[in-house]
Structures are given as structure tokens and as C-alpha cells.
């Protein structure tokens, strides 16, 4: 099969916990007063093993519609992406469904601890833990499973990437793109999630 000749291209969504963007009039400025996805707290326990067999993830709202923030802004990404969210008492729970229509294309180019997310397939997660739109914490993750994590600082002028936080992530390749299910340890601020501005973001490789 020839292969399929990509170029990179991030899609990004904002959440409250998640905020949902549509792709036509989409007003960066107010989109998270009102498009809002909000964390399902679970009762069940959550196995990380990249699969998302749950009950629980099933039954929580999800998250689509992406749109890209590079190359074309505002225009919608390329290949679906799905997010769901979950929480307990000791973790907050991301399950992400990676569509790609050319998955035995995925770019996986690093399977270190902090591997380099430029050029390669990856979701990122980035808590705005802070509250303040500036600062935050970096969790990424690729269709293999590598871990990356990095402290934001200056809406991202400046990183941290030798900050190391409690957390867990495992994948799962499947025939139409790749799943993730993330844990991060959040029980001392489990009960301030809805006031806090989450991002999400996924890059990827663009099919021509």
C-alpha cells in the first residue's frame, strides 16, 4: 500500500472541565462560558489498560468535534477525536479515542520517559491548575504509550520538563486509530475540578 504522505497538525479543544468547539462560529474569546463537558464522578473501578471497557465510559458524556489550532484555525481536525472524563476520590480519569483512517501510518517516533512530542502522533493533557490561563502541568502520551510530563509556565514561554508528577497512562492500537486512558493522582483537588481550566490537545500527522 503506497504510503500515505502526512504533515503536522494540532487539534485543540478547551475544556471546563472539557469545553466543547464547534468548528463554524467559534469565538475563542467566550467558547468557555458556554460549551462545557463536565467530569462524571465513578463509583467503579477504573483498570488503566488503554481499553476503556467500562461501564463508566461508556455512560459519560463525550467530547468531539475538534478543530484545529495549526495550520488552519478553527477549521475541524482531519480525524475524529473522542474524550470522556471521569473522577474519584484519589484520581481524575481521561479516556481518549484517537480516530485515524490511516493507522498503520501512526508516527511513533520515541518510547523514552519524556520523549520528544514534536513530529510523532501524541495527545497531550494540560491542567490549568492554577486557574489562571498561564500556568499548568503537561501530561502527553503517544500510540505506544510513552509518558511525558512538564511544568508550564508563562502560558508556555518557559517548561519545566524535569518536573515529575503522580500519574498513569497505558494505549491500545485498534483498527481505526488508538485509545488512552490516562489517571492522574488529584485527590487533594479533586473537589475544585469544575473551577478549573483543562485543555486538551492532540497532534498529529495529516493525511494528503
Given at each position: ?24 462560529g ?51 481536525s ?26 498503520q501510518h501512526?508516527?511513533i ?13 501524541n495527545?497531550?493533557?494540560v ?14 502520551t ?6 511525558a510530563?512538564?511544568?508550564?509556565i ?27 486512558e ?27
Amino acid at each position: 500500500m503506497k504510503c500515505l504522505r502526512r504533515s503536522p497538525i494540532l487539534a485543540i479543544m478547551q475544556i471546563f472541565v472539557i469545553l466543547l468547539m464547534a468548528a463554524q462560529g467559534l469565538n475563542y474569546a467566550t467558547a468557555h462560558l458556554d460549551r462545557r463537558l463536565n467530569a462524571v464522578k465513578t463509583q467503579e473501578e477504573i483498570a488503566i489498560d488503554g481499553k476503556l471497557t467500562e461501564p463508566a465510559w461508556a455512560n459519560a458524556p463525550k467530547a468531539a468535534d475538534f478543530v484545529q489550532s495549526e495550520p488552519r484555525e478553527g477549521q475541524p481536525s482531519s480525524e475524529k477525536t473522542d474524550v470522556r472524563v471521569l473522577y474519584d476520590a484519589q484520581n481524575l480519569y481521561i479516556g481518549v479515542y484517537a480516530h485515524d483512517s490511516g493507522v498503520q501510518h501512526l508516527v511513533i517516533n520515541d518510547l523514552k520517559k519524556d520523549f520528544n512530542t514534536d513530529g510523532g502522533d501524541n495527545f497531550e493533557v494540560v491542567l490549568d491548575t492554577f486557574h489562571d490561563g498561564r500556568n499548568g502541568y503537561i501530561f502527553s502520551t503517544n500510540p505506544a504509550g510513552a509518558k511525558a510530563d512538564s511544568q508550564m509556565i508563562n502560558e508556555g514561554r518557559e517548561v519545566n520538563s524535569n518536573w515529575d508528577g503522580v500519574w498513569y497512562v497505558k494505549t491500545n492500537v485498534v483498527d481505526d486509530g488508538w485509545t488512552a486512558e490516562f489517571a492522574i493522582r488529584s485527590e487533594e483537588h479533586t473537589s475544585e475540578l469544575q473551577s478549573r481550566l483543562h485543555l486538551v490537545c492532540r497532534l498529529l500527522l495529516e493525511k494528503k
